[in-house]
């Protein structure tokens, strides 16, 4: 039977729906937070537990729901603040002081945040997104 569906609104607290693992083509995680002075503040998240830092300007993303393999993408910017940097690179997937890089898993991924210099540092705004099945 073939058909059309009409919602304004469906709400669903578990399974494919409520992790948007049900659509192609959208983030599956996305979060943005500050690290300024080493404090991590998320302001917004989606998928995403919490953000653990390592060190300064090296951190671990924690997904809520672990992602179906390791084939995922994330992306993703930084910047620091007028008196600080103007911004920032991503390193995904890797240790930027030391260049060692650590595979991501379906339930983490590290990533540094480096300065114009290459160095690391804790910017004031992170956002990242994550894409894959």
Known sequence: MAGTLVANVI???TGLFSTNNAYSGIAKAWVQFSATSGTITVNKSFNISSVTRNSSGTYVANFATTMTD???VPVGS???????YNSGALAMFQTASTGVSTAPTTSSFLFSTLNSGGSTFDPAYINIAVFGN
């Open 11 to 13: 709400n669903t607290d």
């Open 70 to 72: 390791t084939g995922y």
């Open 78 to 84: 930084s910047g620091g603040t007028a008196s600080t």
